[in-house]
Structure formats: C-alpha cells, structure tokens
C-alpha cells in the first residue's frame, strides 16, 4: 500500500538457490530516472553470489552479474553496489509489512557474512545499527496506523454520545414547542437556551458533512462579534447563549444548516447524512494523514497522491470523517451484528484492515 | 469591622492596605512573608525556591501578546497586569496564610471582581477572574475553622452546567487541544502492552466519566491477535455524584452498545463507593484468571474535583488486589521536600500551569472567542477550584498522606513497581502530539512516567505501575518478534 514496487514472484526469502534464470523484474522507483531497488531478496543472492566467488574482494562485477543471472542487472548497478559492500556500508533496504521478519531476517544473516569477510567491528556494529534504526522505523509506521484507528474509534464514541444527546434536546424541544404561546419571560429564555445549546451540539455533529480546515476555524471564529460583556455573576449562574441571538453564522456550521432553521427542530435533528459512497477512501486518509506532517521515516511513506491540503489539523478532523456513525446506519450496524456473532462492522472498512494484518502490536 | 471598599486599592503598595483595614499587622506580616517593599516590584525576591519564575511566567502568560512587563505595552496595562497578580498573591496568603483572614480575603475577591471578568479580556485577566472564583468558592464552601474539607455539598458550579453545555465544551476541548486524549491514549497503550496475551481482562476504573477513553481501547483489543473478552467495573460515587452526562449506568449501557458494535465481548459491572467516598475492594467481583487492570484518571480537565481521602481509598485498595497494570493520571504539580509544605510555592506553580493551558487554548483558537470562553467556563473553572482546594488541603491537613504531592509517589511508597514506558507508547505521544499545536511537548521522567506540557511547563502525567507479586508482561512488543 505504501509503495508501487513489485517484487519479482520466484523469489523466497528462503531461496537460497543461486543462479535462477529467467525470473521476473526487477524492483524499479518511480523516479523520473529509475533506480534499482536493492531489496532484501536481490541483495542476498548478491551476497550469495559474492561469497561464491571467494568474497568482496575476489569478485568482479561482470562474474557477480553472470553469477547471479538476474535479468535487469546491468554492470553498473553491481559496480555500484559492490563498492558499497566493499566499504562495509548497507545498502539501503525496503520493508513493508510483511517483510520486517524477513529483513531483519536477512539482515542477521548478512551479519553473519560480513563477519565471514574482511569487515571490520565497526561494520558490525553499523549493521546492528541499521538493523535497530529500522525496527524502530517499523514499530513507527505501525503506531501511526494504530493511533489512527483509535482516534476514529473515540470520534465514532464521541458521535454516538452527541446523537444521543441531540435526540434527547430533541424530545426536550418538541415538548417545549408544544407547551404554547404563553409562558413566562423565563420560560422563553429557558427555550431559547436550550434550542442554542441544540445549535451548540448540532455545530459539533455537523462534521458529518463539511468540515473546515482547522486553520480556517479561526477566520470562522473572528467573523463572530464580540460578546457585551455580562456580569461576573450571571457569567457563573447561567449557561449563556452560545450565539449571540440575531441568527448569525455559528462556528463550525455548514452552509446548508443555519440558524434560522432552528425554528423547525425536525429540521435541525436529521441532518441530510453524505451519501455512503463519499466516505472517503480510507487508505488515501491513513496517507493523508502520513503525508501532511514530515515525519522522521520519509522515504518509506512517500506517496503523494491523493493530498489535497498540507494543514496539520486536518487530519485530526478528516479522520473522524469516515467513521460517524448516522443514527440509521448506527442501528443497522448493531442489526447486523446481532446476526453475525462478532464479526466487525462491514460498512467501516478500517476496522476489518488490522485484523487482515499479521502485526503484534497492541 | 470597617471595611473600606473605597480604599485605595489602586496603589500597588501593600502598605496601603495596613490602614484600611484593622487587621494591620497581619498585613505587614503579610507583606513580609513575601518580601515586598514597594509598589514597583522587585521581581527577584519572589523568585526564591522558584528560580528562573518571573520567566517562566512571562513565557506562559501570553504567546501572542508581548508580556505584560515590556515596554511595548501601555504603562496602563502594564500596572493593570502587575495589580492582579499582587491582588491574586494576596489573596492566597489571606486565605492560606497563617493569619487567615477571610474578611481581607473577601475584600481582596471584591476588588479582583470589579477589574476582571471571565468572559473578556486578556489571558491574565480571565485566568484572575476564575481563580477570584474558586477563591470565593473556598471561602463559602467551609467555615475558617473547619479542616475537614471532603464534604460533597461544596459549593460546585459545574453542577450548573446542562448536559449540552458539557457536550459541547468537552467535544471542543478534544479537538483544541491533546489533554485527553494524551491521557487516554497513553493509558490504554500500556493496558494493551501488559494484558498482550490474556484472554480475560477486567479493567477497575476509578472515574468513568463518558467512558470514552474504553472506546479507542475496545478498538485495539478488537484488532489485536489475542482478542481478550474485556470487563469494566466503574466505580460510582453513589448519592454525591455528579452528573456529566449522565449516570454511569448510562455510560455502561452505552460502552455495551459500542462494543456489540465493533465486535467486541464485553460486560459492564458497577461498584459504589461508600458514603464516604472510600473503597472497598471486596464490593469488587472478581473472577479468576482475569489480567486486573486499574485505572485511574485524576485531573484531566473535565474532571471533577475528588477528595484525597478517597482518592486513596481506591489507591491502597487497588494495591490490595494486586493488579497487573496501575495506568494513573495526574496533573504534574511541584513537588520536593522544599515545596510541599510551602503553599505560596504551591500556589504559584498553579497559576503557571493554568497559564500555560491557556495559552496552549489560545494558540489554536484566538482570544475572543466563545468557543474558547465555553471550555473554560466549563471546564478550568472547576479544575482551578479544585486544585485551589487541594493546596488547601495539603495546607490545612495534618493527615500524614498529604505529605506526597503525587500520587504517583504515594504509588510507589505503597511498594508498587514502576512499568517503563515502551518505545512505541512514547512514539504514540509523539506522533499524537503532531496533530497538534507544535508547542506540545512530550517527555519521559523517571522510568515509568510520560508527561505532556506546554512549552516548558509540565500539565499532565500518566505514569505506569505493576504489582511485585504478579507477573507483568514484557512492555515491548517488538521484543516478542
């Protein structure tokens, strides 16, 4: 998912059999100008080959290339890289999921070989290094996933208890609406609170459709006028009105949802959910998400295709995206969970990726 | 008593107050304790056991807006920003001081009242304003005398708060700003580390709240290859306890639904405190072969103010059991041999920290905003009078379990071993952090803490303990390749 690379079919990382004639491509980048890719299994039939021939110094490229018969190789790539072996430096490897055994696998092997040949202990060392430098990069990739998963599990949670509340207002409301023309002063305000704290929510379940870049958030917030300032008192007495009356834009709000609308609560209660087909693709989220912040392990998620916005703090908000839950979907998911003893949730296809993935943590 | 409102208060010198109110030697007194002598502060006398504070402080109290002691400012504001902070100070030694004075304190509350107001202002100005507040709610919670203050009936305006106030502001402050979830996260990767491969785990929390933080947990246990039946056990306060959202039976009937809908086994079991707030570990009911798990969120900022008596309580009850993990989070106070019984101290490093979450809520959302002026109304209100509580406590206490500042502390005097923090919960913070402001900061203290700040001032601690009697599982997995 992370890379566009093929991996050439015949091989194993258990295929320790030298000279494989005929065998498929080779690892290519995207690059402009393509590289070749050293991975772990072309670089340990490069090694096999090298200890064939009697070790780094004994061989030669073109005895290394005619040994190791891969198709693709030119005199150039091996030229390159059997300096670099020479030198003790390790090429740089590849890894994705279900390869870390295998590398760090092979790296443990090469380890062994290298202190076959004329390497120094600096070199060892260096290859323990690299071997631990990677680990630490693998365990990173897997924490980001993991943290995005539970951060989209607690917005789901999160959707779940405002919904809830949101029907609760709107119990609350329709008995309120109902009760008649004629109340008391407080009464009034008692309403009209309770229809803002209910634009207080709907502004929070409303990231059900469009939801600002946080950055923009604070344009949003500075178009609001400044509030008269209210007694210390009153301030702590009464929950005040959380939007200045006059049916202004509130934050957050989208634009098909405003103020005035209020007035119907059956309006305000059944936000028009997205259609199921625009929850965003879920993969290009999780690159997304890698995308946007630089992180320390760059040239392992690179993939820049489906970014749209550098903000940092859309990923916070675009995660919980996918995951809300509509208060129809949320009951067909319980349905059709009874039916299915356990199994997870089919419409959120996040939840179903850790469990296809071999990985131990958490 | 004559009490001269109209005094002249304007005047920063603390002398002034000496002839406006009978008490005048306790002023003197008063104003020596704090090594004051004129109305121009001189700044390094406060400094003391808190080196490099007036820093600090600067630092903490406005990211935007120069510090209030540069030039740049208005003379006017300048002098308006020093008058709070001397009238805070005083206002601390009227109610903490060893010559306390509930009147003064009283008169001091008036004037920090009629030059600030919570809702408007700078960050000094309705950081002043909340603190006159929860001054105010000490002073009314207990009479002078009394040093008993774990009574529930205190004087508590959350309580005021509707539900959809509190929705509202805990869903803002989730998304403004990493407290919660930092705690959260992090607990819930430890659990999963120490219960790895367990088939039954029974989690004891000590404050359930909305039960969210079970949520993100419930997701890893469904994902994770041993797929363990989990048990929550909340513990509920019985008759005194506060209504976030609802009860904890709702919370419990709501962990049950989400679980049904990720898949994950799971049951929800209640245990009440007694009236007293303390725990009884045998109103638990455990089941034999389960990994116990005890959790125990203190002072995230939703959080509600919880006595020490009961506090502890749970904590050598917890102990008692013998759990294979303890996951604690607390606010990272001060705290050393110098500190702890020294209340200006206490008190000072409460007014950083509240400074600096203030402006890690501004550096998202600017300062007039009522999104912002919501989270605190709700929120850090409360969480100042309740830490304003605790230093009152620890003040006015004589119990030898206020000797510890942090209960992690307490944890460890208790015999409980550290649990180090793994590589990958750390990297968990970090990248957590990330979605975040940049001035998040994240580090490891000890062997088994993880603390969040802001800049450099430290907010809030998980740390990790295990029994020495049970097995604990190793904390890296990447150890089980």
Known sequence: MFHATKKPSSMTSHDRQMCVQGDSGLVLTTDPKPRLRWTVELHERFVDAVTQLGGPDKATPKTIMRVMGVKGLTLYHLKSHLQKFRLGKQPHKEFNDQSIKDGIRASALELQRNSGSSSTLMDRSMNEMHMEVQRRLHEQIEVQRHLQLRIEAQGKYMQSILEKACQTLAGENMAAATAGPFKTTSNN?????????????????????????????????????????????????????????????????????????????????????????????????????????????????????????????????????????????????????????????????????????????? | MALAINNPFNDIALSNYSTSTNNSDDHRHLAGNWNYSSPIVDWETFSGTHNDFLDVFDSTICIENPPFLTEDRD??????????????????????????????????????????????????????????????????????????????????????????????????????????????????????????????????????????????????????????????????????????????????????????????????????????????????????????????????????????????????????????????????????????????????????????????????????????????RVFLGPRISATLRRIGQRRWSTAAMEENCLWGEKLEKMGLKTVKISFANHCQARLLLGLFNDGYRVEELGNNKLVLGWKSKRLLSVSIWGSSTSSSSSSSLSDSE
Request: hydrophobic fraction near 35%; proline fraction near 9%; charged fraction near 20%.
């Open chain 1, 189 to 362: 305000m008692g309403t009209t609170t309770s229809l803002v704290s209910d634009a207080a929510i709907k502004d929070f379940i409303s990231p059900h459709h469009t939801f600002p870049p946080f950055q923009d958030m604070n344009n949003l917030f500075n178009s609001e006028p400044p509030p008269p300032p209210p007694p210390l008192i009153d301030c702590l007495k009464k929950p005040s009105p959380f939007i200045s009356g006059a049916g202004k834009t509130p934050i957050f709000w989208p634009d098909d949802l405003r103020l005035q609308d209020l007035g119907t609560p059956s309006a305000t209660l059944a936000p028009a959910p997205p259609p199921i087909g625009g929850a965003p693709d879920l993969d290009s989220l999780q690159l997304e998400m890698y995308e946007s912040k630089p992180p320390p392990p760059t040239p392992l998620l690179a993939v820049g295709n489906n970014v749209m916005n550098e903000k940092k703090f859309d990923m916070t908000l675009k995660l919980e995206r996918p995951s809300p839950p509509r208060s129809g979907h949320s009951d067909e998911r319980l349905n059709s969970n009874n039916n299915n003893n356990g199994m997870a949730n089919n419409n959120n296809p996040t939840m179903l990726q850790p469990q296809g993935r071999n990985s131990s943590f958490g």
């Open chain 2, 75 to 376: 003379e006017e504001d300048e002098f308006k920003g020093l008058r709070l902070y001397h009238l805070l100070i005083a206002a601390a030694d009227a109610v903490f001081g060893d010559h306390k004075s509930c009147d003064l304190a009283h008169v001091i509350l008036v004037r920090l009242n009629e030059l600030v107001s919570p809702s408007h202002g700078t960050n000094l100005e309705r950081l002043t304003a909340y603190y006159a507040q929860a001054f105010q709610d000490l002073l009314d919670s207990a009479p002078v005398s009394n040093k008993t203050h774990h009574h529930n009936h205190h004087i508590h305006h959350r309580d005021d708060h509707t539900p959809t106030d509190f929705l509202a502001a805990f869903q803002l402050l989730q998304e403004m700003s990493p407290y919660v979830k930092f705690g959260h996260f992090t607990a819930n990767q430890a659990i999963l580390e120490a219960v790895a491969e367990d088939r039954r785990v029974h989690i004891v929390d000590y404050d359930i709240m909305e039960g969210i933080q079970w949520a993100s947990l419930m997701q890893a246990f469904v994902s994770s290859p041993s797929a363990p039946h989990l048990r929550i056990t909340a513990i509920s306060r019985g008759a005194n306890g506060r209504r976030s959202i609802g009860t904890v039976q709702e919370t419990g009937r709501r962990l049950v639904a989400f679980a049904a809908s990720i898949g994950q086994p799971f049951s929800f079991h209640q245990c009440k405190l007694d009236s007293d707030e303390s725990f009884r570990p045998s109103g638990l009911k455990l089941v034999k072969g389960e990994a116990l798990v005890v959790n125990c969120m203190l002072h995230l900022p939703h959080f509600s103010y919880r006595s020490p008596e009961s506090i502890a309580s749970f904590l050598s009850g917890a102990k008692s059991l013998s759990p294979r993990i303890v996951t604690l989070v607390e606010e990272e106070i001060g705290h050393g041999p110098t500190i702890d019984g020294d209340y200006k101290v206490q008190f000072l490093d409460s007014l950083e920290r509240y400074s600096a979450i203030y402006d890690s809520l501004e550096a998202v959302i600017p300062m007039k905003n009522r999104a912002r002026a919501l989270v605190e």
